[in-house]
């Protein structure tokens, strides 16, 4: 079988926001997406529904980034950041 064959798999990286002190969040989180090459995503988790976060990484990446929640409970947020470019 031929590289080309086989199929993709999806690269998912965890990366759990509560375990790292809030002065440095943003700048870990930034960090592990411009570590990311297309096609991977970084499954994020934290506490609470990181909205500014959110509007941060809009500006920053644009459509170079694809961003789909996963879980949205009070408590417990889960999203999807796919690197697409």
């Given at each position: 079988m031929h590289s080309c064959d086989?199929?993709?798999i999806?690269?998912?990286y965890p990366f759990d926001a509560r375990g790292i002190a809030k002065r440095f969040r943003h700048a870990a989180i930034f960090g592990a997406l411009d570590a990311l090459i297309p096609g991977e995503t970084m499954r994020f988790g934290n506490d609470h529904d990181p909205l500014p976060l959110l509007a941060q990484l809009q500006s920053r990446y644009g459509d170079a980034l694809a961003i789909s929640y996963v879980q949205r409970e009070q408590g417990a947020i889960v999203i999807d950041f796919t690197r697409r470019v």
């Open positions: 086989q199929p993709t999806e690269a998912i």
